[in-house]
Nanobody, 129 residues
Framework: QVQLVESGGGSVQAGGSLRLSCAAS????????MGWFRQAPGKGREGVAS???????????TYTDSVKGRFTISADNLKQMLYLDMTSLEPEDTAVYYC???????????????????WGQGTQVTVST
């Protein structure tokens, strides 16, 4: 059974940085695509960043517009880890952040934040002014 466990959330002031980590029960290359989602209070879950991590993929990354230039997704296959480096954080980034993975899929499915089958339990990120 696939397990994804997030860590690294916390409280930070606007302009600060955080690194989220996701420990996977399998090599990241075993998944076609992995990504980060978030859900703010009273809002639906949205895709933040995704990456084609599969061994046959090219590592293509995708970001939602609001985080481009501020967030970076990366993976360490041997450590079975997915990361999200977040800089210049804004209060609007406050949310529960989820790690997700897709066993199979397509480039479109990965970049459009669809076709994710496995989810972590989430980690809270709070950005204050």
């Amino acid at each position: 059974q696939v397990q994804l466990v997030e860590s690294g959330g916390g409280s930070v002031q606007a302009g600060g940085s955080l690194r989220l980590s996701c420990a996977a029960s399998e090599y990241t290359s075993a998944f076609y695509c992995m990504g980060w989602f978030r859900q703010a209070p009273g809002k639906g879950r949205e895709g933040v960043a995704s990456m084609i991590t599969g061994i046959t993929g090219d590592g293509t990354t995708t970001y939602t517009d609001s985080v481009k230039g501020r967030f970076t997704i990366s993976a360490d296959n041997l450590k079975q880890m997915l990361y999200l480096d977040m800089t210049s954080l804004e209060p609007e980034d406050t949310a529960v952040y989820y790690c997700a993975a897709a066993t199979g899929g397509s480039p479109y499915g990965c970049s459009s934040f669809r076709e994710f089958h496995h989810w972590g339990q989430g980690t809270q990120v709070t950005v204050s002014t």
